[in-house]
């Protein structure tokens, strides 16, 4: 196994996955603003899958999207 290109290989992946992800979130996020579906101080609960089926994995990562900081006043 060649430490080096599965690391390079991992890293390219994921920042597919973060680049992308970004985009889709904050599509997602004006478009429901601009339809007035939400107002732009809501929080969101998040899940995201990791699933490599030849390596029998699957992960999933929970987290939160904010769309206003946590300090500021409603």
Request: glycine share 6%.
């Amino acid at each position: 196994m060649n430490e080096e290109e599965l690391n390079i290989s991992i890293r390219k992946f994921l920042k597919m996955v973060g680049v992308s992800a970004q985009r889709e979130i904050e599509h997602a996020v004006a478009r429901a603003v601009q339809e007035g579906a939400i107002a732009g101080t809501e929080s969101f609960p998040a899940r995201m899958t990791l699933e490599i089926a030849g390596l029998r994995l699957k992960v999933d990562f929970e987290g939160e999207i904010r769309t206003s900081s946590q300090d500021a006043a409603p």
